[in-house]
């Protein structure tokens, strides 16, 4: 097993410095210049030559792809002096100090942009997957046990409609009958107080979620059809055992499987920033900040926003995995011989 972990741990490292190094080259690719989006359309050559080597883009580009990985994480004093030039722009866990750079148009710690901004995309995320999975799992389930009767065409039509909408259309739709005309919600924003926070989030999880639960119910649908088909399904009916327990008990528990997995890909996904709905909503989450950094040519802002998605995909098919464990016991049996 700890065999197994180390190699697990390499490899997303391995996956954290590629893709970290591919951003890295795309955006020093891209022919537009930092610099001058920074002193902005009317400065001077004279200034934007300054601001370039304030920045340090001067430099090769070898050398600041070396000074990146240098400063990403290193080691330093665990309490910093106030405006000490050498760590200004680093976030320390004690002696350990993770360092993203300075923003170069807010003139911010990159690490502490995100830091603002992290919490309200997981709020989002969060909110919108719960709505997805509720939602979308009990419609599917309501149509495997009602196959080809009215229920299950009409969760198959409405579920056509969401999939097929795309989210800035049923934004807009949420927002004009629900914000606009019946003036029960926020129309965007971010609010000032909890009560505030919990009336603008509704909005943009209910977009999120009609997606995502449209897809799942399909999904769930499709499974549960399969798992109510089998052996075991059937054993389980002549030993006359009830219905609901055979539903949830059992042909859930097997179809469960897959959408774990699908869940905590778009949970991974969604905590890197709903880029539509967070920009149309005007939610200031990392969706909206990477929109922003990729507009103004932000490159350290860029890298933190690639470097935090990374992190939070990884961590999401780590999970998986052991939810994987917990749900079937099958692979608890495996692991274990595997470990001896």
């Known amino acids: 097993m700890i065999r197994r972990a180390a190699l697990r741990l390499l490899s997303s490292l391995v996956v954290v410095w590629l893709v970290l190094t591919t951003t890295f080259l795309i955006h020093h690719a891209l022919p537009s210049d930092p610099a001058r989006a920074v002193a902005g359309p009317q400065a001077r050559p004279a200034d934007v030559d300054r601001i370039r080597q304030r920045l340090g883009l001067d430099r090769s580009l070898a050398t600041q792809y070396v000074a990146f990985f240098r400063r990403l994480v290193h080691f330093g004093p ?3 002096a106030p405006k000490d030039p050498d760590h200004g722009s680093c976030s320390p866990l004690g002696r350990v100090h993770l360092d993203l ?3 170069f148009q807010k003139r911010k710690p990159v690490a502490k942009l ?7 995309t997981a709020l989002l995320a969060v909110a919108a997957v719960s709505l997805q999975v509720l939602v979308g799992a009990a419609a599917g389930i309501l149509a495997a046990t009602r196959r080809g009767k009215l229920l299950d065409h009409g969760v198959i039509g409405l579920t056509l409609l969401g999939v097929s909408t795309p989210t800035f259309i049923s934004g807009l739709l949420l927002q004009y009958w629900l914000a606009y005309r019946w003036k029960l919600l926020p129309l965007d924003g971010w609010g000032r107080t909890t009560a505030e926070h919990a009336a603008c989030l509704v909005l943009p999880a209910l977009t999120l979620g009609v997606f995502g639960a449209s897809y799942y119910a399909r999904f769930v649908r499709d499974e549960m059809l399969v798992q109510l088909q089998q052996d075991y399904v059937r054993t389980a009916r002549a030993k006359g055992l009830q219905p609901w327990r055979i539903l949830v008990l059992h042909a859930l528990r097997n179809a469960v499987m897959p959408l774990v997995t699908v869940v905590g890909m778009d949970l991974g996904a969604l905590l890197g920033g709903a880029i539509v709905t ?3 909503f005007r939610w200031p989450g990392l ?5 922003d950094a990729v507009i103004e040519r932000d490159g350290p802002v860029v890298m933190g926003i690639v470097l935090v998605t990374t992190l939070t995909v990884i961590a999401s098919n780590l999970l998986v ?3 994987y464990a917990a749900i079937d016991p099958r692979l608890r049996s495996r692991q274990a011989l595997s470990s001896r």
């Open 78 to 80: 665990s309490q910093l």
């Open 101 to 103: 750079g300075m923003s």
């Open 114 to 120: 995100i830091a603002e901004r992290l919490p309200r």
């Open 278 to 280: 967070e920009k149309l």
């Open 287 to 291: 969706g909206a900040l990477s929109v």
């Open 321 to 323: 995995d052991l939810l």
